[in-house]
């Protein structure tokens, strides 16, 4: 007997919720980033549980391709951090300032 | 009361991954240290990947920790020591007056509007996938033969895209790190 689908719900969406809030409050762009993958694993949670409560492999499927999407991301994310520490000593989100309106 | 209604080991799974993946998550939005946080976001992975094991979610759960916990964060680490910004950030500012107390309310209200959609509707009946082939879902090597078959058979076309997509973003990455030579 399983543990019921709605208590790994549950958890998944206090997982996004914790990950949207640091990604609301905190600074550093890498912290940020760390964020955004809280949130990318909570969904990733939800489709897993989908995929047993359904008998489907497609939603461990779509784990998979948000799974590769997420490296994608995380490559290209901290390469555009690298790139604007070189220029501002800083990966503080408060310094990019310069499209404020 | 638990004990009686579920199985205790499939209930301890659970609490093990849960109380993994909430400490992990709340270290990585408190600790002031980077790297402390890169850490507390392994805590986290290795709790999701218990929860992948537990819906029987094989490949996934190995996959979780070789890809996310092995190469994600040790980039996450790698670009951390790198630029050598493991010195605590000032939180005290606050650009934009109340904002940590508006993130609060927004968060618990997106929270709360998914438990309640979640304990309202019967989208869990949904229809399911292409790839869906009627049987349950199997656990261990098979779990892997499933998955695999449905990967390059259903979303061939999406692997392939993966594909592509990986390319590019090394590309992307190396021009980015790169830098720029002075003309002579």
């Known amino acids: 007997m399983n543990v019921p689908a709605a208590w790994y719900l549950v958890l998944a969406a206090v997982l996004f919720g914790i990950g949207a809030f640091g990604l609301l409050t905190r600074r550093s762009a890498i912290i940020m980033f760390m964020c955004i993958e809280l949130m990318l694993n909570a969904v990733n949670l939800t489709f897993v549980t989908f995929s047993r409560t359904l008998s489907d492999i497609g939603g461990q499927a779509d784990v998979f391709f948000v799974m590769v999407v997420a490296a994608a991301e995380v490559t290209v994310g901290l390469g555009i951090v690298v790139t604007i520490f070189r220029r501002r000593l800083s990966t503080s989100v408060d310094e990019l300032s310069e499209l404020k309106g | ?184």
């Not at chain 2, 849960?18 to 976001?41: D, E, M, R, W």
């Not at chain 2, 990947?49 to 819906?55: D, N, T």
């Not at chain 2, 349950?136 to 895209?161: H, P, R």
């Open chain 2, 1 to 184: 009361m638990i004990a009686t209604a579920y199985a205790i080991p499939s209930v301890l799974i659970f609490l093990t991954s849960a109380v993994l993946i909430l400490a992990g998550a709340i270290g990585v939005i408190t600790v002031k240290n980077p790297v402390h946080a890169a850490l507390s976001l392994i805590a986290t992975l290795f709790g999701v990947a218990v929860a992948f094991v537990a819906q029987s979610a094989d490949f996934l759960a190995a996959v979780e920790i070789m890809v996310y916990a092995g190469a994600i964060v040790v980039l996450f680490l790698f670009v951390i020591m790198f630029l050598g910004v493991d010195r605590k950030e000032e939180r005290g500012v606050e650009p934009f007056v109340g904002q940590r107390p508006l993130a609060a309310v927004g968060v618990a209200i997106i929270v709360a509007g998914l438990v309640a959609l979640m304990a309202s509707s019967h989208w869990v009946t949904g229809v399911t996938s292409a790839s869906n082939p009627g049987v349950g879902l199997a656990k261990g090597t098979k779990n892997v033969q499933q998955l695999g078959s449905a990967v390059f058979t259903t979303y061939l076309f999406a692997f392939e895209a993966t594909a592509a997509l990986l390319i590019i973003s090394v590309i992307g990455a190396v021009i980015l790190a790169r830098r720029e030579q002075k003309a002579q």
